[in-house]
């Protein structure tokens, strides 16, 4: 009896402990759900506005390449870290987690379509081998067009759901996509009226046959198309703009090798109401005329950005005339001036009349040097990045080489500290960053009072030469006191060490460390293999102090790396 007695009593000890740990979990289970009803009472407290606005956020963070909004083609626009394919993939599977996820990741997964033609991660491995077609004849297999598979499918998917079709604003294509595919490209384009931007063909822009029809289909049923670039032989495209009415919201155009009159051009660009970029390249007609007015045509329309490419006829004076004008005065922010008729003298005259100007390019090849006459620096309270590119032609002869008196220019005018607002300057002289920092300062033995000459801030210098590939970032920092030249960090070395160590009471002289032997000593510059440059101490006994077995003696400190 007893021992039946013991048996029950453990039977009693385990039904009540199961009956603890069952009511502990009914416990926590009712505290999770009222904990998640309470937070569905939040979310439904919450405006919709609000919760959308975070999720989409969040959902921008999935999948960074979704706020592209620029008219840059596909292989000028990638994110520089990160697979966009993976991205967009996490950002799908973000859409069906329920319906009102599912609303917010469609506009941001449709809005900016990219089609890449690679995984750019370790995925693309076993993609790459999954991708072929193998037969028992051919064991290598030739690849699948992926990129122009997934062109299918989202032409599939827009056509069957108008919904997402009219969320898409840009659409961005490989290059080898949109020149081989031109008739999937055509239907994709015919069920999206809302575009505003698509990588169209290298034809299209010259009205090649094989892209008649996609050009009909763009123009038919895309009419908010923002960028368009027209080159040879696309004349009568080119003025059918004023014409038909269509494309009125351009806001970007590139114009190439174009036979068109003068008067053509400002009909064309007069009926394009948000027209605020311009580039026109290899235009030989083109002159100072068409800033000119004139009562019967209309004026060259007010631009933020213009860009001129070879067109040796658009001088100084004709620019001047038209920033004369107070609404594209007012307007202007980014000049791009490569092989016209504007030299450098005389670009003090166009940065002073354009007040609001941030960018300012030049690229020419000067055959002559800077003239004597007096020239004003160049003056700007708004400019903050310059490409100053001169380089000296082939055809110069002499000693001294014309882009060097031009770079004097630049310097002076940086010094002068009439460009406050400068940042950034690009140059074509490696040697420029030296010239602001060992410029003299101003005599003490003269009778007025010393002003501070040089710039008052940080500037960026990016400079290169002539066989160089990749510029060479300097930052230089202003003096900080008057009568002191200002520091850089370089990325090559400035010899800034005297090669004397006497200087003119007899004295030692030489500012170098002890373990280099207490004086300046001759040395060469060679290059360590890496971009860089090792400085080799010569073979003369008094480079180290005089030691003659300084081959075999002890270092004195880590940084005396020659004993």
Not at 233 to 261: C, D, P, R, V
Not at 414 to 419: M, Q, Y
Not at 491 to 507: F, H, K, L, N, V
Not at 552 to 560: C, L, N, P, Y
Request: glycine share 6%; aromatic share 8%.
């Amino acid at each position: 009896m007893k021992f039946l007695k013991h048996i029950r009593s453990k039977q009693k000890l385990k039904n009540d402990d199961n009956a603890e740990v069952r009511t502990q979990s009914s416990n926590t289970a009712a505290s999770y759900t009222k904990r998640w009803r309470g937070y569905n009472l939040l979310a439904a407290k919450a405006p919709l506005d609000e919760l959308q606005f975070i999720l989409q956020e969040i959902f921008t963070y999935v999948c960074p390449h979704a706020l592209d909004q620029s008219y840059l083609a596909s292989e000028e626009s990638m994110i520089e870290d990160g697979c966009m394919l993976c991205d967009m993939r996490d950002l799908a599977q973000c859409a069906m987690v329920s319906r009102r996820w599912n609303d917010v990741a469609q506009n941001v997964l449709y809005r900016s379509v990219r089609i890449d033609a690679v995984h750019y991660c370790e995925r693309e491995i076993d993609l790459a081998q999954k991708r072929k077609r193998k037969s028992f004849l051919e064991k290598n297999g030739v690849p699948k067009d992926a990129p122009a598979q997934r062109l299918q499918l989202f032409w599939r998917t827009v056509h069957g759901n108008d919904y997402l079709a009219v969320k898409v604003r840009l659409l961005k294509t490989p290059y080898m996509t949109r020149e081989t595919c031109i008739a999937d490209l055509a239907r994709t384009v015919s069920v999206l009226p809302n575009l505003q931007y698509v990588d169209l063909p290298e034809g299209f822009f010259s009205d090649e046959v094989s892209s008649h029809t996609l050009k009909q289909e763009l123009q038919a049923r895309c009419p908010d198309i923002r960028k368009m670039k027209y080159f040879a032989g696309s004349e009568e495209s080119f003025m059918a703009l004023s014409q038909k009415k269509y494309w009125q919201n351009l806001e970007t155009i590139e114009l190439s090798h174009l036979s068109i009159e003068p008067s053509t051009l400002l009909r064309v660009l007069g009926t394009l109401p948000v027209l605020r970029e311009l580039k026109m390249t290899d235009l030989p007609w083109l002159d100072d005329s068409v800033f000119e007015s004139s009562p019967r045509l209309p004026a060259f329309p007010p631009l933020q950005r213009l860009s001129l490419d070879s067109t040796p006829n658009i001088t100084a004076a004709g620019l001047q005339l038209y920033l004369s004008s107070p609404s594209t005065r007012e307007a202007l922010t980014t000049l791009i001036l490569t092989s016209t008729g504007i030299l450098p003298s005389t670009l003090y005259t166009i940065i002073s009349s354009a007040p609001h100007l941030i960018t300012l390019s030049i690229v020419e090849e000067m055959s002559r040097s800077f003239p004597i006459d007096p020239t004003p620096p160049m003056t700007s309270h708004s400019l903050q990045t310059l490409h100053y590119e001169i380089t000296s032609s082939a055809s110069a002869h002499g000693i001294q080489r014309p882009a060097e008196s031009h770079y004097d220019y630049l310097a002076r005018s940086v010094l002068s500290s009439s460009l406050p607002s400068l940042r950034s300057l690009y140059v074509r002289d490696p040697t420029f960053p030296e010239s602001l920092l060992l410029t003299p300062p101003a005599p003490s033995f003269a009778s007025h009072a010393p002003t501070q000459r040089g710039f008052q801030q940080s500037l960026d210098i990016y400079s290169k030469g002539l066989d160089e590939l990749e510029w060479n970032f300097t930052s230089v920092s202003p003096p900080s006191a008057l009568g002191k030249r200002g520091s850089a960090s370089v990325t090559r070395p400035i010899s800034a060490y005297r090669m004397s160590g006497i200087d003119g009471t007899g004295g030692s002289g030489g500012g170098l460390s002890p373990p280099w032997g207490g004086d300046a000593r001759k040395s060469v510059m060679v290059g360590n293999g890496f971009g860089g440059f090792l400085a080799v101490p010569s073979e003369e006994g008094g480079g180290n102090g005089g030691s003659p077995n300084r081959g075999h003696g002890k270092r004195a400190s880590r940084q005396d790396l020659w004993r």
